[in-house]
């Protein structure tokens, strides 16, 4: 199955975060949906942030949440993948991958030398990120962007 990827909007915020309360719950130190809601509505606007939707026939089937930070250790922005989200009615695997390279591309894009992420707990997912160039670096996975002749991460 194809999945189209865009940029998410304000109208997009609810969906995502029922993926995300499906994916975390609410346990999280009394943190609520609205919270996360009005969090979300804020970075959906913000040259500093990504976020992203995959959908399939105009049905969001995942999200991808991403915050742009500098780094004077690696000499310049990482993207620093938050979440990665799939609807339980999708299949993960292809809605993952799709998300994760458009992640990389808008981490390009806005000059990040690197995105890193938390290491997936599920193997295979952990397979899926080696191959698109990320290394486990403690309890992070970080992939290099930068370019020929740049200090590596």
Known sequence: MQYQVRAARITDVD??????????????DGWSASRSADLLRQLVGLPHAVVIVAESGRRVAGAGIMALRPSVTLGGLV?????????????????RETLLEELLR???????????GTTPSDPAERARWVEQGFVEADTRMVRNLASAGARPA
């Open 15 to 28: 969906r995502i975060v029922d993926m995300l309360d499906a994916a975390v719950g609410r346990s999280l």
């Open 79 to 95: 993207g620093s993948v938050d979440a990665l989200l799939v609807d339980p009615a999708a299949t993960p695997s292809p809605v």
């Open 106 to 116: 808008s981490a390009r894009n806005k000059g990040c030398v690197a995105v890193e």
